[in-house]
């Protein structure tokens, strides 16, 4: 056993990027080797990004990237540069959660919640895409995620209802100017607090 | 899910009206209340483990054996220690003269916690580095240089009993252990049955494979010479023993805390004590936290988190008119490199040893062998799964050998609904069911299938013209339920002396809840386990909000660290709902007759004046104490004598019920609520491709009385999950040279959306006879019941092909391989 007393910083070398996180504009030193997930957890405290695998399957780490989702564990930070990233804390406005987060909660599609950062980004990119989604759609759009504890069935029921509901939101909007999203989603979190 | 009783919807209640609110005496047990876990977790804010690292940590590493079996020659670490962002390296020689090896399942197996001359599975850690970062502690540990000798591997389960070569030399053989039952008369039942039938099949290695690795920080406070530990270990403190023992410290020094939030367990999660340890050796030497989170290779190829590997002997007496007499089960079943305290899954398949058969003469042997893998730990149903696939698959078996339809042998042998209570030859009792008639439910729903659905005889025909093959066959399936007596120890006990042992030496497990009033009258309750997604925070809420006649949001649930808590149980063997539920009406009466205590004391009165009702004391005339007024008078008193706060522990269903008796003194497993499921899945099988697809999933399920519907479902669901990836898909694969062939996720196959069929849940409610609410266990369920049904409806697609699926997972390659055996015969 050996106690290494050299403790000051080292000379790996670094380089600079400038980014968007969730809309605030960011400029870090990285080194070329980080992960944009290890970037977005340890740099800049967004702990809502999970990781599981560090190899691109399991999809927790998913955050969008010019609203693209990707596996920001096969990201390195440098590749993020000039980027607009968004993850799951960027989601909620104002404390009142997103229609997609709404609806996880009450289709019950989350247990341990260690894919539910990831599960939700996937399906604000499938559903900025395509707002009313097929079961292949759906499918398609979450087959890079895993979960192991829902079964996915309710996942699966939580991106339906979503959809309703951010079309619902979208029809509101068009017709009448700002009772924006009072609908049923911002009355039951009330109810269930 | 809209059924709440909670009409807090402006959110304004104050403090002194509370609980007059509550409009109904509607409940919120028995309501699919939606989680109160859910809001930290969906906006990202939520810390599991690997956001607990403060500033100051330092990071550790592990070197890991890249040998199955190995003598280590040298270990030269000293490059490692030149590196300028390496603090630490530890191997075996630094930790042996101050820390003790840490506990083993088995007697005989303590084991250093870190190789000690010997390497014993690919992944076994060696080495710890501690840097500044992770990144540079994995720089450093490559920097470690070990040079073995490489010995011969043992990797086969039943070539490992011949003891050619040995795993451990100074134990002398590789069963590492050993047992024969005997029930009743098995040899009588299979001299006079008119046929004995035999089948061997296999259980491929699996596990739970939670989303969230295992992780630790640990910090070694010097002034009082003790640790504090976070970690995800689950059941914290019922095996924190395995750390304390290890570091040599008393329990109250060494405190683990376990985040409200884990990422999944199953199980897996109870074994990962050396990363606790280790991070505390590497505290304590550098007086610095010290944290750790095991990435996705190291989990999956060295992270002792495999689970049940068996092979079956199995053998089945049966009479021409169909009536099983006996059953014979013999199977090795293999644990890797050293036995863990998950050993005795090899036993709890004795807690439902003939299924929902009505079979009273068997037979029940183990080989628990040692080999050159990484070693097991405990997964959702606790070896229950493989046996009840093993059975099945001989009474399949048994049904094509006396030329008998399956649905029928089945429904035959069934235990009727009025043989409740029935108790196994084995001796534990199911308590409630009716079997047959869920066996029925799901015939029917086939039945239609087979008149212009899915398995329309023109549509099946048509099919096979094209090569696939469907099938369904119904099967019934137990869950045992609630475990909590010493039989988990009956490994480590002296067998033989068991039978000298009644009911006063059996030790049990109790479930503590405690609870205080706040100043604003709300309530605060300590859960003294873990969780790991079950949504206790969310049950606790319920059923303390019932007893105490308070609203949902005026409860606040929390958890007990290893130090404040008893030694208990803890979550695990599909024991939660009931023992919390016990737990939390024997904590509401408590509670309320403190408060009553109290409020007589406030207004000088005798008890008997006062009635606690609804969030309040009141008395004649209309005169009422708040919680938040009866919080504040309790302040006067002394803090030791508080009067608004209460603990309680349950004991255990079967505690006062003299049936159990005898099987709890002989350490047999006892588990009293018999929840159960009715599956029929709908498989199509392509001959050529090897594909299994499941069409449809029917499934009957009854855990007693549920206390929350939506929770239930999603157990259901995610174990049918399981259920599917185990007899489909996952498997924990090595070569003969004992290297892992599934070390990453792109190998060891976990199911994704697209592998889950439609599933179509039913449920009925047979409460327990035995349980307070009446509620029964089901946090395993569809993993125990959806490999067994799954294999049986391939079987039935596969009949006209001559081929059963004898080996899980039953993988396209193994479905191909099959099938042309059979071909070229
Ligand atoms: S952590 Fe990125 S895909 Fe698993
Ligand atoms: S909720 Fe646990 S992994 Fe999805």
């Avoid at chain 2, 003299?658 to 929840?675: G, I, N, Q, S, W």
Wanted: aromatic content about 6%; charged content about 30%.
């Amino acid at each position: 056993m050996s106690v290494n007393d050299i403790s000051g910083p080292l000379d790996y070398p670094t380089e600079e990027i400038a980014l968007s996180v969730n809309g605030e504009e960011v400029t870090a030193e990285v080194e070329p080797r980080h992960k944009l997930s290890d970037f977005l957890r340890d740099a800049r405290g967004l702990r809502g990004v999970r990781v599981g695998c560090e190899h691109g399957v399991c999809g927790a780490c998913t955050v969008l990237m010019d609203g693209r989702a990707v596996k920001s564990c096969l990201t390195y930070a440098v590749q993020a540069d000039g980027a607009d990233i968004e993850t799951v804390e960027g989601l909620a406005d104002d404390g009142a959660l997103h229609p997609i987060q709404e609806s996880f909660h009450e289709e019950h599609a989350l247990q341990c919640g260690f894919c539910t950062s990831g599960f939700v980004m996937a399906t604000k990119e499938l559903l900025d895409s395509e707002p009313d989604p097929d079961r292949d759609d759906i499918e398609d759009g979450l087959a890079d995620n895993i979960c192991r504890c829902t079964g996915y069935q309710n996942i699966y029921d939580a991106v339906l209802r979503a959809a309703d509901r951010m079309d619902g939101e979208a029809d509101d909007e068009g017709a009448a100017d700002d009772e924006e999203a009072t609908g049923d989603g911002a009355t039951e979190t009330e109810a269930d607090r | 899910m809209s059924s709440r009783p909670d009409s807090d919807a402006d959110g304004s209640t104050s403090a002194d009206a509370r609980g007059s609110e509550r409009a109904t005496s509607e409940k919120f047990t028995g309501s699919g209340l939606n989680r109160v876990e859910d809001r930290r977790i969906l906006t990202g804010e939520a810390e599991y483990i690997h956001d607990k690292a403060p500033e100051s940590a330092l990071h550790m590493a592990l070197y890991r054996s890249v040998h199955a079996h190995a003598e280590i020659e040298s270990i030269d670490t000293s490059a490692a220690e030149d590196h300028p962002g390496c603090h630490l390296v530890l191997t075996a020689e630094d930790i042996k003269a101050d820390y003790n090896p840490m506990p083993a399942g088995l007697t005989g197996f303590e084991e250093w916690s870190l190789a000690d001359g010997k390497v014993r599975y690919v992944g076994e850690p060696v080495a710890v580095v501690v840097a500044d970062d992770r990144y540079v502690a994995e720089d450093a540990v490559d920097l470690v240089d070990v040079s073995y000798d490489t010995l011969d591997p043992v990797v086969d389960p039943r070539g490992a009993r011949e003891d050619e070569t040995l795993v451990h030399e100074d134990f002398g053989t590789n069963v590492g252990d050993h047992e024969e039952l005997t029930f009743g008369d098995p040899d009588g039942a299979f001299a006079d049955a008119d046929h004995v039938v035999e089948g061997s099949y296999s259980w491929g290695r699996i596990s739970g494979v939670p989303l969230e690795t295992a992780g630790v920080v640990a910090d070694y406070d010097d002034d009082s010479d003790s640790f504090d530990i976070d970690c995800n270990i689950q059941l914290h403190t019922l095996v924190d023993d395995t750390v304390y023992d290890t570091l040599g410290y008393d329990p109250d020094d060494v405190n683990l805390d376990v985040p409200p939030d884990v990422g999944g367990s199953f199980g897996t999660k109870i074994a990962i004590h050396r990363y606790c340890c280790l991070a505390a050796m590497a505290s304590k030497e550098l007086n610095r936290p010290v944290a750790f989170v095991e990435d996705r290779i190291e989990n999956l190829q060295g992270g002792d988190m495999h689970s049940t590997e068996r092979e079956y002997d199995v053998k089945l007496a049966v009479d021409d008119d169909g009536t099983i007499r006996g059953l014979d089960f013999w199977f090795v079943d293999d644990f890797g490199a050293w036995p863990r305290y998950p050993v005795n899954q090899v036993l709890k398949p004795l807690s439902v040893l003939t299924n929902a058969y009505d079979v009273q003469d068997a037979r029940y042997e183990y080989d628990l062998v040692l080999t050159n893998k990484t070693c097991q730990t405990a997964y959702r149903g606790f070896g229950v799964p493989a046996h009840l696939y093993a059975l099945e698959m001989i009474v399949d078996e048994a049904a094509e050998e006396i030329g008998m339809d399956p649905d029928a042998l089945r429904r035959r042998n069934l235990i009727e609904s009025d043989q409740m209570p029935y108790e196994l030859p084995s001796k534990n009792i199911y308590d409630s069911g009716d079997f047959p008639a869920a066996l029925a439910h799901v015939q029917e729903k086939i039945e239609d299938e087979r008149d212009g659905g899915l398995l329309d005889p023109e549509v099946v025909e048509a099919k096979r013209a094209e090569g696939k093959y469907r099938g369904a066959r119904p099967t019934v399936h137990i869950e045992p339920g609630v475990s909590g007596s010493d039989w988990t120890d009956r490994q480590r006990s002296n067998r033989e002396r068991l039978a000298d042992r009644d009911r006063d030496d059996v030790a049990e497990l109790p479930e503590h809840l405690r609870a205080e009033i706040r100043p604003d009258g709300t309530v605060r309750a300590f859960l003294a386990t873990d969780s790991s997604g079950q949504g206790h925070q969310t049950l606790v809420t319920q059923l303390l909000a019932d007893e105490l006649g308070v609203l949902s949001s005026d409860i606040d649930v929390r958890y007990l660290d290893s130090v404040e808590a008893p030694t208990e149980y803890g979550t695990a063997a599909s024991r939660m709902a009931v023992m919390v539920s016990g737990a939390a009406k024997g904590l509401g009466e408590a509670l309320t007759e403190n408060l009553e205590t109290l409020a007589a004391e406030v207004w000088d009165c005798p008890d008997r004046d006062v009635v606690y009702r609804d969030g309040a004391v009141e008395r004649a005339g209309g005169e009422r104490l708040s919680l938040a007024a009866l919080a504040e008078r309790d302040r006067e008193r002394p803090d030791d004598d508080r009067l608004t706060r209460a603990s309680y522990d349950y004991q255990h269903p079967a505690t006062d019920l003299e049936e159990f008796d005898d099987a709890l003194a002989r350490k047999l497993p006892v588990y009293p609520t018999a929840a159960f499921a009715a599956n029929a899945p709908i498989v199509e099988v392509d001959a050529k491709t090897g594909e299994v697809e499941i069409l449809k999933f029917y499934s009957l399920r009854d855990c007693g009385t549920q206390l929350n519907p939506t929770i239930v479902e999603g157990q259901a669901h995610g174990g049918l999950a399981q259920g599917i990836g185990a007899a489909l898909l996952e498997e924990f694969g090595y070569a003969d040279d004992g290297q892992p062939q599934a070390i990453t996720m792109f190998d060891y196959r976990l199911p994704s959306i697209e592998n889950i069929p439609e599933m179509e849940l039913d449920h009925t409610e047979t409460p327990s006879p035995f349980t307070p609410t009446g509620a029964k266990g089901t946090g395993e369920g569809g993993m125990i019941d959806g490999p067994a049904s799954l294999a049986c409806s391939i079987n039935a697609a596969l009949e006209p092909l001559d081929v059963q699926a004898d080996q899980i997972p039953f993988t396209p390659n193994r479905v191909r391989e099959r099938i042309r055996e059979r071909e070229d015969e």
